[in-house]
């Protein structure tokens, strides 16, 4: 008898699933020093996001519901570099995501990808996991990794399954965690599984034959009219869902099967019902291997639910967020006949505390992905696959101090999570309300200044739209005093029409929540075009307020612009009961009667995607200051936190001391508009392409970097520890707009 081929890896992080969240836990702790493996039991990496499965990578913003939420760090660059192989979010775009993820980790040389490679052993000491093991299915051999940390990044927690630990799957009974969105009841119901296919348009007739096996859907109406019926065509629809009423893991290959039938039954039956769009088309991809959306949740220190994310709690181990919506789908998939999903939007993007991000049973297994400790409604936005890559970034980095300090994962969530906090900000990342306290960054003591800002200015009307039931601008004020506020009308009535403006304080960033009236102003529009000016006379802290702006005549027209204008965000009020509604089912102390202005026109078309009322503030309000780059918050939050300069470049920025400080290193985070989803550029016109950064000393001048074609939101930039008393980065040009944006800047001694 023979034995496997056998090869023990030694190595400080090993990673199982190469998934977008164990591809970022990976990534990430490779570029902090540790030796690690990346175990995958797939020929292609990216999980869900694959070159084999085609799913587009989404995240907190949902097209843009939650303002500025955009996910930065790892997952931001293997999105930038998914979208600059392909360009939107159809499946065929993800034809190559396989290898751009390669790419990433053949990049990283502390990482050992072993790819084809199924975990199927797991070997403890005590609460310890020592090593697993698995076969790669291409070699035969078997493979022992040891290490001091693990990650379960499986999806289906196959780590934790083996190392024992608890679980959750279906879905909670409503009493376990206090959440109203869940049943009454525990039930084994999950969410289902979805294969994803695309056609494509040949120049010849294509005859089809629907499959003997393939059932006959013609009497299924309740799909096609629920989604654009040629969408699939495009774009791989994800209503072909099944085996929510089943077991995701252990009956995975029936699912599989009877999804191959669905896709089949439902090519056919598209051109029974569109014979003359689709003859010449045939089926040109079907995903091999099903998406998964749901399986086992593994039990942390802490399970996220309904109410923290609804009554967005922060908590002091917070590392990441999410968004998106509580989006549930329907465990009855493609053959219920309710909605396939619902979307429950909550009031602003959620936080996860590091709790969430390793197994309570064990002292070494980190999770991220849809295995982390949520229960079934908290997985609703968690999933989101750009939230998954935050989440593997941030346990990649939490594993980093485990490993240097020898700490268990409750340890190091315990003794360090200030320092973990604090690299993942250095990273690129944003965890909400946590601000950058890091005492090396010699930045924060530096005095800044520039040859020029901004100030608050919508600027050009683009457009028009009509006020209808009411319009929420949402703007920083933050010279702590608003006199006047003008907004372009056009009143196509012969008479008179009563507009009031409502300044109010908002509860949350993203919520356009209204707490108090502050002030209310009514004035009287004449017929035709011109400026309604509200008188408001007040003081006001610096902030982000609301302005709510009525008319007794709906169609009055409001004139817009599409322009970034950085910290302003439209709403629109919806006065009738579904907010009501809304509140009662999700347990909302208030109805959400202002939400994010948000149309299908949005969606198709970045140009639309920012627009917003035209407004005129007396006084100007110097939002964009260049002081903002040091102030710890490198994104919109309440305020715009950036410097924008004037509109013509170059533009300098300046950062000076008043004793010569060693520099080794300058981080500076530019803005690659963080409120734009996604699918629709590569870079955003926002972000800065050519720039220098210049060291100043001792009366002369060194050039520190100079950067053509910049491509990312962070850059980093490592030179020989100089002695400087400024610091000067010069903008040349940006991708698309005459401005120049930073939103940080960092500095540090060399390492
Ligand atoms: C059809 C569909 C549509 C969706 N739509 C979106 C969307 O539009 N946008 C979005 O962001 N998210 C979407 N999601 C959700 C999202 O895809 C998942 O929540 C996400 O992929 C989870 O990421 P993950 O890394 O945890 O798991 P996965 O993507 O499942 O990756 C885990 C990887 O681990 C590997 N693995 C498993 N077990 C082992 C083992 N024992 N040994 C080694 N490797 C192993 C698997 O092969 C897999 O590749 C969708 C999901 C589905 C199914």
Not at 153 to 159: E, I, K, M, T
Not at 297 to 304: N, T
Not at 621 to 633: D, K, L, M, W
């Amino acid at each position: 008898m023979s034995s496997l081929p056998h090869e023990i890896l030694t190595v400080d992080f090993c990673v199982v699933g190469g998934g977008i969240a164990g591809l970022c836990a990976a990534v990430a702790a490779a570029r902090h020093g540790l030796a690690v493996a990346l175990v995958h039991n797939r020929s292609v990496l990216g999980g869900n996001a694959s070159s084999e499965i085609r799913q587009h990578i989404g995240g907190a913003c949902f097209t843009g519901h939650y303002p500025d939420a955009r996910e930065g760090g790892i997952v931001g660059e293997v999105w930038g570099a998914i979208r600059r192989k392909g360009g939107g979010p159809s499946v065929n775009d993800y034809a190559e995501s396989s290898y751009v993820l390669l790419d990433f980790c053949w990049r990283e040389p502390n990482l050992r990808l072993v790819m084809n490679t199924h975990v199927d052993e797991v070997n403890m000491e005590g609460r310890r996991i020592r090593s697993i093991g698995g076969t790669q299915s291409t070699t035969g051999l078997r493979f022992t990794v040891l290490a001091p940390q693990f990650a379960d990044c499986s999806g289906d927690a196959h780590l934790a399954f083996l190392a024992g630990c608890r679980f959750f799957t279906g879905q909670e009974g409503r009493a376990q965690f206090a959440e109203s969105l869940a049943p009454a009841e525990p039930r084994q119901l999950t969410m289902g599984n979805t294969i994803l296919f695309q056609a494509e348009e040949t120049k010849t007739e294509v005859a089809f034959e629907k499959p003997d096996w393939a059932p006959d859907l013609s009497a299924l109406d309740i799909y096609w009219n629920l989604h654009p019926p040629l969408t699939p065509l495009t774009y791989g629809s994800w209503t072909f869902e099944y085996g929510g009423q089943l077991d995701t893991v252990r009956d995975a290959e029936q699912i599989h099967a009877e999804l191959v039938k669905i896709v089949y039954a439902a090519w056919a039956d598209l051109r029974n019902r569109f014979p003359d769009e689709l003859a010449r088309h045939r089926l040109s991809f079907i995903s091999s291997l099903p998406g998964k959306r749901e399986s086992r949740r593994v039990v942390g220190d802490h399970v996220l639910t309904q109410n923290d994310i609804v009554e967005t709690r922060r908590f002091p181990d917070d590392v990441t967020y999410a968004g998106w919506s509580l989006d549930l789908h329907n465990p009855e998939g493609f053959y219920g006949k309710e909605r396939p999903t619902t979307f429950y939007f909550f009031p602003e993007i959620h936080s996860i505390p590091l709790r969430c991000l390793y197994a309570a049973d064990t002292d070494n297994l980190w999770l991220a992905g849809r295995d982390i400790s949520v229960t079934h409604i908290a997985l609703g936005g968690a999933r989101l696959m750009a939230s998954c890559g935050l989440q593997g970034e941030a346990i990649g980095i939490a594993a980093s101090f485990a490993v240097a300090e020898r700490l268990s994962c409750l340890e190091t969530c315990k003794s360090q999570i200030g320092p973990i906090q604090q690299a993942i900000l250095r990273d690129g990342g944003y965890i909400p309300g946590v601000p950058n306290r890091d005492e090396d960054d010699l930045a924060r003591r530096a005095t800044v200044s520039a040859t020029g800002a901004a100030t608050l200015d919508p600027g050009a009307i683009e457009s028009w739209d009509r006020i209808g039931a009411g319009v929420g601008v949402a703007m920083p004020i933050v010279s702590g005093r608003l006199d006047a506020l003008e907004i372009p009308v056009r009143n196509p009535l012969d008479e008179k029409v009563e507009m009031r403006a409502i300044l109010q304080p908002n509860r949350y960033r993203r919520d356009f929540h209204p707490t108090a009236v502050v002030a209310e102003r009514t004035i009287l529009v004449p017929p035709g075009q011109s400026w309604a000016h509200f008188d408001f006379g007040w003081d006001l802290t610096p902030d982000l307020w609301m302005i709510h702006l009525f008319a007794t005549e709906p169609s009055l027209e409001i004139g817009q612009t599409s322009q970034r204008v950085t910290g302003v965000h439209a709403a629109d009020h919806f006065p009738d009961g579904k907010p009501e509604e809304f509140a009662r089912q999700l347990g909302l102390p208030d109805p959400p009667r202002w939400v994010r202005r948000f149309n299908s026109e949005r969606v198709a078309s970045p140009e639309s995607f920012h627009r917003t009322p035209c407004f005129r503030v007396t006084p100007p309000q110097a939002a964009y200051a260049a002081e903002n780059v040091v102030n710890g918050i490198s994104r919109p939050e309440r305020l715009p936190n950036l410097w924008i300069s004037g509109e013509i470049l170059p533009q300098t920025i300046r950062l000076a001391w008043p004793e010569p400080v060693m520099i080794g290193e300058a981080r500076i985070v530019f803005d690659d508009d963080m409120d734009l989803p996604m699918p629709h550029r590569e870079v955003s016109p926002t972000l800065v392409r050519d720039y220098e950064l210049h060291g100043i000393g001792a009366g002369s001048s060194t050039l520190l970097a100079e950067v053509s074609n910049n491509r990312l939101r962070l850059a980093v930039h490592r030179f020989a520890e100089t002695p400087i008393s400024a610091l000067e980065l010069k903008i040349l040009s940006t991708h698309g707009i005459p401005q120049a944006r930073v939103c940080e800047i960092r500095c540090y001694r060399g390492s």
